[in-house]
Structures are given as structure tokens and as C-alpha cells.
């Protein structure tokens, strides 16, 4: 346990330092979701809406910024071990390449929480939004919901974008993409039909769904916990499937030692 | 004469280069993805968000965007070519030679200009086949116009983005920060009235914001009266861009050579 502990704690420290926190990870977390939400705030204004709606406008920026943040922290962290030469090494370790990588996505996620918390604070403290009506046990059970589903999609990532160099170009239809169809800054109803569909297999679209609705004072009832079973049971089939890429990765470079050349 | 065709020899080659590096794609795959994944998808979200503000009519939000293209090249595009002679580490050899350094400079965005022109010639008929864009009423020559001169007027702020990728390691990330601001400043999403009244004098004073402008009217059919001036306006700020850029850049050698410090200024 102990020993755990520490290699967690080890862990997270290297990470932070040298992976999770840059000046990147700095316009991913803050520049950019200021920038959407503030387009989401000027379109509403535009519109004729006296207010906007501040938690997808708002809210779902941090959203953003948390989602993008991991994006371009998992996805990178083993293909920097590749051609940074540590790859080998790891794996050579007494310590599993699985563990490390799980430490290291859960480091990403937590540290990309930041930008939530950054959005929530400028929603109550400038906009004044109220969170009087607000679910907050409901609201932090449907937070870690999606930390749970952002980590499981951070570990499967990692893996995935090991096996091509082409992974760096394969990012840029993966932050997108998923922000665009998991309703980070507008309502899933509002999408297409198809979209709608192609959305539920993204586990943070139903954690997200019940966070605004936790928010917005709705109480927890039997739609709620059903839509974060959901949310978990495919997270859940998405850390499966990382495990299985996680093997083939360990094959790559033990059996046939290739992966360093790919 | 043979200087000069020394000189726009050197011009060719170094756009010839700077092409073959641009954006360090190595695959048709890669520059696919580099110029249109994260544009197109980024406009599909912004589409969203102003229905769900209550646009019915995305066409504002969907041009806004396609006309935004070029900026990838002129902006990301020319300060990534500029950093990447450090990255790569070929910098210190290109400050030392005693190649003339406007055609060395000014080479590398002709192929940016190209390639950003021919994007969005690709763009505007595929968002009118594929998300309906009503351009029935087009006057053709001056959307022309509009757009070869967004795609030089952007190259100013690359060049300039380019000088601060020579001071700063961290460069890309102002760059990057820019390119993001784009969406918000320059009347890509909305018309820039709406935006607060000091961040409508940082949009004037940005070059693509009158070109979109000239570039929507004459998509809804203006004549060059209509637009003139809005084009003679980008044209005049995009070349006091260029011109802070190349100078900026030569302060920059200058004060690199003098230190010896080269690539590492």
C-alpha cells in the first residue's frame, strides 16, 4: 500500500511536471474556452436573448477546456515516451506500462478539473449565477461520473494513438468531433437526429447531462441514476478495450520489439 | 539583372522549401487533417451554438469561417515554418549566410498564399454542395478579389508571430492563442458591432476583419464600390503588418548576430 502510494504520488509529480502543466495545456484549459464561451455569449446577445445560458455557455467552456486538455495530454504521453526513448525502458520496469499510464491519465484529468472550476467561478462571481436550486450531492456524483469517463477515454487514447504516426493528425478529428456531438455547449436536442444517436456512445454525454441537470435543481430520480449507469457501463467497455490495445502495445515491444519503429 | 534574377531564384527556392515542409505533413493524410479538421469541426460547433442562440440561418457563421482558412496558413502556417528552422536546428546556418533577406524572408509565405487561396477555393463550393449555401447571388470577380488579398494580408501577422517565435521558445503558443482569438475578433461568428466597443478597435486593427467584411458583401452580390474601400483598408493594413513583420525580423538578426547568440536570441 504504501509502496503504491508512493509510486502514485511520484507519478502524478513527474507528470505535472513535465507533461501536464505547459503553456499549452495553459490555452487549452483557459485562452480557448474563454474564446467559445464568449463567441457562445455574444451569438445569444446577438440573438435577442437577454441573458445567456450560462451553464452551456459557461460551464460547458470549462467542459471544453477539461476535455481538450486531456486530449492533448493522454494521446501524446506514450508517443513522448516513444521518441523521447524512455518507451522501452518503462515497459522493462518492474512497474507495469498500464499502471503508469493510468496514474499518469488520472493526473491529466484532475489537473484539467481546473478549468471546471475556473468556469464555475466566473458563472457565481461574475455572471452571479445562483446555486441555490442546485443538486450539489447529485452535482458531484455526475462530476466524477465524467472524471471517470474522461479517464477511461484518456487510458484508451494513450494506447490508440501509439500504433501510427499518422495519431497526430487522427487528434484533430477527435477533440472536435466529441465536443461537437457530446453537447459541451449547447443541448444535444438541438443536433440531428443521426448526431444525437452517434453521441450516446461518448460517456461523458450522459455525465453531462445529468451535471446541468443537477445544477438547474433538478432531484435525483430514476432517469438519473439510469443515465449514469450508462455513462459508466461504456466507460467501462472503453477501459476494456484499452486493456486489450495495452497488451498489444506490451507485445510490440517485448515479442517483436517494432514499436519504436513504427 | 543577374542580381535580381539571383534574388527571385533564391525567392522561388525558398518557397519551393518552405512548401515541402509545410506544416511537416508527410502524408496527403496529414495536411487533410491539419487544414480542415479542426476548422470544419470547429465551424459545425459554432453552427450548433447559434442555433441553439437562435439563428435559424447558419450561412453567416459557415462563410465566417471558410474565409478564415487562409489564416491557418498566413498565421500558424508562416511562424511555424520560421520556428521550425530553430526546431530543426537549420536557423543559425540561415542567419549566418550572406543570402539578401527579403527574398529569404518573403519566399516563405508565396507557397502559404497559394496554398491558403487553393484551400478556400475548395472550401466555398464544398459548403455550398454540402451544407447548402445559397451563393445565387455571387458577383464572382470581386469575391475573387477578396479573397487573394485575404490570404496575402494574412501573411503580415505570420511573419510577425514568425519574429516572436525567434525570441521565444513559447512562441507557437501566442500563435496558437491568436489563431484561437480569430474566431472571436475578427467578425468570423458574428458581425464584429457586436463585439465591446474596445475590442471593435483591436478587430479594426487586425487584418482579415475588412476583407471578411468585403468578402461577405460580395458573396451577396455588392459591386466594387461597395467594397472598395473596405479592400483598400485590409490591403493597408495587411501591408503595415508585413512591413512590421520583415522589419521586426531584421531588428531581431540584427541584434542576433551582434550578440552571437544566433538561434538561441
Not at chain 1, 484549459?29 to 445560458?53: H, R
Not at chain 1, 450531492?137 to 465524467?146: D, F, G, H, P, R
Not at chain 1, 459541451?184 to 445529468?210: A, D, H, K, N, V
Not at chain 2, 533564391?10 to 522549401?17: D, P
Request: with cysteine.
Amino acid at each position: 500500500m504504501k509502496r503504491n502510494l508512493s509510486l502514485f504520488i511520484r507519478q502524478m509529480d513527474v507528470q505535472l511536471r513535465m507533461r501536464t502543466l505547459n503553456l499549452y495545456s495553459l490555452l487549452l484549459w483557459f485562452i480557448q474556452p474563454i474564446v467559445f464561451s464568449a463567441v457562445g455569449m455574444i451569438l445569444s446577445k446577438a440573438a435577442g436573448n437577454a441573458t445567456p445560458d450560462l451553464v452551456y455557455t459557461v460551464i460547458g467552456g470549462g467542459i471544453m477546456g477539461m476535455w481538450s486538455g486531456l486530449v492533448f495530454t493522454s494521446t501524446y504521453d506514450i508517443r513522448s515516451d516513444r521518441r523521447e526513448g524512455t518507451l522501452e525502458l518503462i515497459v522493462g520496469s518492474p512497474t507495469s506500462l498500464r499502471k503508469i499510464e493510468s496514474i499518469r491519465t488520472f493526473t491529466n484529468v484532475a489537473a484539467g478539473t481546473i478549468s471546471l472550476v475556473a468556469a464555475f467561478l466566473v458563472a457565481v462571481l461574475i455572471y452571479k449565477f445562483s446555486l441555490a436550486q442546485a443538486d450539489i450531492l447529485s452535482a458531484i456524483l455526475s462530476l466524477l461520473v465524467i472524471l471517470f469517463g474522461l479517464w477511461c477515454m484518456g487510458v484508451f487514447l494513450a494506447n490508440l494513438m501509439v500504433w501510427s504516426r499518422l495519431s497526430t493528425s487522427i487528434v484533430e478529428f477527435i477533440e472536435m468531433p466529441v465536443a461537437l456531438l457530446a453537447g459541451f455547449m449547447y443541448p444535444i436536442s438541438i443536433l440531428p437526429t443521426w448526431m444525437q444517436e452517434i453521441s450516446s456512445i461518448f460517456p461523458i454525454r450522459w455525465g453531462l447531462e445529468t451535471l446541468r441537470e443537477a445544477i438547474q435543481g433538478t432531484d435525483l430520480n430514476e432517469i438519473t441514476l439510469a443515465k449514469w449507469g450508462i455513462s459508466i457501463g461504456i466507460s467501462l467497455i472503453i477501459y476494456l478495450l484499452s486493456r486489450l490495445l495495452d497488451r498489444r502495445v506490451h507485445d510490440l515491444i517485448r515479442v517483436t520489439g517494432e514499436l519504436s519503429s513504427i | 539583372m543577374r542580381t535580381v534574377i539571383r534574388i527571385v531564384r533564391l525567392y522561388f527556392i525558398q518557397a519551393w522549401f518552405s512548401y515541402r515542409s509545410l506544416f511537416a505533413w508527410s502524408t496527403p493524410f496529414n495536411y487533410f487533417a491539419s487544414k480542415f479538421g479542426f476548422p470544419f469541426f470547429s465551424m459545425l460547433l459554432f453552427m450548433f451554438m447559434g442555433k441553439f442562440a437562435g439563428f435559424t440561418d447558419p450561412t453567416f457563421i459557415i462563410i465566417g469561417n471558410i474565409l478564415l482558412l487562409p489564416s491557418l496558413n498566413g498565421v500558424s502556417g508562416i511562424s511555424q515554418t520560421v520556428g521550425g528552422e530553430r526546431q530543426f536546428g537549420a536557423l543559425s546556418y540561415l542567419l549566418a549566410s550572406p543570402a539578401p533577406r527579403a527574398p529569404l524572408f518573403l519566399g516563405r509565405a508565396f507557397f502559404h498564399i497559394l496554398d491558403g487561396l487553393i484551400t478556400l477555393l475548395v472550401a466555398l463550393p464544398v459548403a455550398v454542395f454540402l451544407l447548402g449555401m445559397d451563393i445565387s447571388s455571387i458577383n464572382l470577380g470581386p469575391v475573387l478579389v477578396c479573397v487573394i488579398t485575404l490570404c496575402i494580408t494574412t501573411n503580415g501577422i505570420g511573419f510577425i508571430m514568425g519574429t516572436v517565435t525567434l525570441l521565444s521558445r513559447d512562441g507557437w503558443m501566442i500563435t496558437s492563442s491568436l489563431s484561437i482569438a480569430f474566431y472571436m475578433l475578427i467578425g468570423v461568428n458574428f458581425p464584429v458591432e457586436h463585439l465591446p466597443s474596445f475590442l471593435q478597435r483591436v478587430a479594426y486593427g487586425l487584418p482579415m476583419t475588412r476583407g471578411i467584411m468585403a468578402a461577405r458583401l460580395a458573396l451577396s452580390g455588392a459591386r466594387w464600390n461597395v467594397i472598395a474601400p473596405l479592400i483598400g483598408g485590409e490591403i493597408v493594413v495587411g501591408l503595415i503588418y508585413i512591413i512590421i513583420g520583415y522589419a521586426s525580423f531584421r531588428i531581431v538578426e540584427r541584434a542576433s548576430m551582434r550578440s552571437g547568440l544566433l538561434d538561441t536570441i
